[in-house]
């Protein structure tokens, strides 16, 4: 005989807003992203659930991902730029972004949602999370949403573009296909200051180098590294 789950006590809005260091003084509005219409549906004294939010926090959630890929990888082309975009805001990613921030805690779910697991369900956070910025933009504008999202995508920036191709794999194939070994790269340079360094990595093969790649971390430049030495061996992939 299965026990039904006791549905988890629900974090406040208030609690959130400060545990989160958020800036709303409209307490009612971050209540409202937090509800989900299963919570509206047992619960008719509650004004709105979050759908609208949702919407506006998608177009929002489109613009500022857009220019945190344009700003952080000058190196790359549109046609990446737009892949990373789509791996970001793509509800799985976005769910991610709600666990790391554990927004499932504050979500308002009917009991029965909430009984079955609906504040760890991919579906749900994703849309929570762009409930919330919708909520945020509202109440704080561009600059807040930039300051909220922007350390999120920092974090996440290696998976994020593993999400899109991986040169470093590719290129890895060649050179064990044509028995040359595993490639290796090499940090040649760094500089500028702590917070803002630029990092140069050469990708060699049996000594030789094949490619070179410069990035604000170790990793995007080796990743950039590997992309050249495909391109200059006339190696494409989709």
């Known amino acids: 005989m299965t026990q039904e789950m006791e549905p988890q006590e629900i974090e ?13 003084s409209n307490l009612s509005l971050l209540t409202r992203a937090l509800t989900h219409r299963s919570y509206l549906n047992e619960n008719p004294d509650s004004l709105e659930d979050n759908e609208r939010l949702e919407f506006l926090g998608d177009a929002v959630l489109d613009f500022i991902v857009g220019a945190w890929a344009y700003n952080r990888f000058p190196e790359l082309p549109e046609g ?26 504050a979500l308002r779910l009917g009991r029965g949602e909430a009984s079955a697991g609906g504040n760890d369900r991919d579906t749900l956070l994703g849309s929570a999370f762009e409930a919330l910025i919708g909520a945020l933009f509202l109440e704080a504008g561009l600059e807040a949403v930039e300051a909220f999202v922007n350390p999120l995508l920092n974090e996440a920036q290696d998976f994020i573009l593993d999400q899109i191709h991986d040169p470093k794999s590719r290129l890895q194939e060649w050179a064990q296909a044509e028995k040359l070994g595993t490639p290796q790269y090499v940090t040649v340079s760094s500089r500028g200051p702590d917070h803002a360094k630029e990092f140069e990595v050469e990708v060699r093969i049996q000594g030789v180098t094949y490619g070179r790649g410069q990035g604000s971390s170790k990793g995007l430049a080796a990743r950039i590294a590997a992309q050249t030495a495909l391109e200059a061996l006339g190696i494409t992939y989709k």
């Open 80 to 105: 990446d730029l737009t892949k990373i975009r789509s791996a970001v805001v793509r509800n799985e990613q976005l769910a991610n972004f709600s666990r790391r921030i554990e927004l499932g805690r």
């Open 12 to 24: 406040s809005a208030s609690d959130l807003n400060r545990r989160l260091n958020l800036p709303f």
